[in-house]
Every structure is written in C-alpha cells, then in structure tokens.
T-cell receptor, first 114, second 112 residues
C-alpha cells in the first residue's frame, strides 16, 4: 500500500513562474519529511528537511511546509529556472522503525520551458 | 561530508547473468541500504544491514542476495539476472542520526 502520494504526477511551467508540489502521506508515526531533487537518471539531492509538528523551511528559491496533523507537505519553487527541470521526491521517515525506514513517493516530474 | 560511492555506474548483462553491485561508505555508519527505483514507483528497499556480517530483508528481496563484508562495504548480488531487474539501484548509509540517509550516485543496470 502506497503510504506517500505526490501530486501532480507531472507539471509544466514557464521559466520564471512559481509552482507548488504536494505530498500527502499516511506513515505513522512520522518522524521527518525530506524533499529531494533528482535529475533524470541521476542521484538524489536533498533540498530540505522538515521535522516539527508544523514546520517551514526555506532554501533559496525552494521553500517547504509540513503539517503533521494533516500529514501534508508542500514544496514551493519560486521564479523557476530551466535547471529546475527534474523529478521532486517526497520522503517520510518512519519514527516507529529502528532501521530508520524511509517511505518514498513516486515523485513529481517538473518540466520548465522557456 | 558523508560519502557513499557505488560501482559500476552502468552495467549491461544478459538474462541469467551474474552481477555484483558494490557500495562503499566512508562515514563509519552502521546502517546500509540497497534500493531500486523504477518509473512510477518510489524507491523500494531490497536489503539492508546494521553492521558487518548482518543482513536483513527489505520489501522486494526476491532475486537478490546481499553481503556486508565490512563496516564500509555492502554488496548486492544478482545470481540469475532477469529483465525485470533492469532498474536504477541506489545504496545509502545512515549513522545514529535519524534524519540523515546519505545516498550514492546510483547504478544503472540493464538486463537484456
């Protein structure tokens, strides 16, 4: 059963526009949530990690929110660049797992066009 | 900076072939993980280990063996590779800190 759902599955925006990616999860108990950026066929690059019950983070043009009560996170990208074209993956850490189990979403494919 | 390396970065083999994927971490981490990534799926856990000589089964272990020879080295073995094992494989390590799993760059495996 998929415990991390991301939406939309794919998204096309014009360079300079803003966009919002969504992540809903059912992992219980949840520990933290991390957003990764993955260029096609490449490794995972961490963008931000959210930890608190209601958390906000900012990393340059990337900002994120987490609401653990709603089990929902958003990733905002402002003033998109062509280099933002990638898959963005939401990952939730399972606090009930001694092995540090992570639950991965399937990702949102973002395409930025000129 | 935590470091996880994987080799080879790309591998092509034939059905029934024998493949070993290697992972090394220089972080002195206890936990190491092997994942596979396929289109439409999140990363899925194949095997993991919490120390040299220890092996644990993940969520999609069929067709895979693993071996943790040292604290640093974790290997994934495909003894009879099948086309369904064509995938992008990631290795990761984690220390005592719960928030951090460090990922390697990935190995692209193609089974013809």
């Amino acid at each position: 059963k998929t415990q991390v759902e991301q939406s939309p599955q794919s998204l096309v925006v014009r360079q300079g526009e803003n966009c919002v990616l969504q992540c809903n999860y059912s992992v219980t108990p949840d520990n933290h949530l991390r957003w990764f950026k993955q260029d096609t066929g490449k490794g995972l690059v961490s963008l931000t990690v959210l930890v608190d019950q209601k958390d906000k983070t900012s990393n340059g043009r990337y900002s994120a929110t987490l609401d653990k009560d709603a089990k929902h996170s958003t990733l905002h990208i402002t003033a998109t660049l062509l280099d933002d074209t990638a898959t963005y993956i939401c990952v939730v850490g399972d606090r009930g797992s001694a092995l540090g189990r992570l639950h991965f979403g399937a990702g949102t494919q973002l395409i930025v066009i000129p | 900076e935590a470091a996880v390396t994987q080799s080879p970065r790309n591998k092509v083999t034939v059905t029934g072939g024998n493949v070993t994927l290697s992972c090394r971490q220089t972080n002195s981490h206890n936990y190491m993980y092997w994942y596979r990534q396929d289109t439409g799926h999140g990363l899925r856990l194949i095997h993991y280990s919490y120390g040299a000589g220890n092996l644990q089964i993940g969520d999609v272990p069929d067709g895979y063996k693993a071996t943790r020879t040292t604290q640093e080295d974790f290997f994934l073995l495909l003894e009879l590779a099948s086309p369904s094992q064509t995938s992008l494989y990631f290795c990761a390590s984690r220390g005592l800190g719960f928030y951090e799993q460090y990922f390697g760059p990935g190995t692209r495996l193609t089974v013809l």
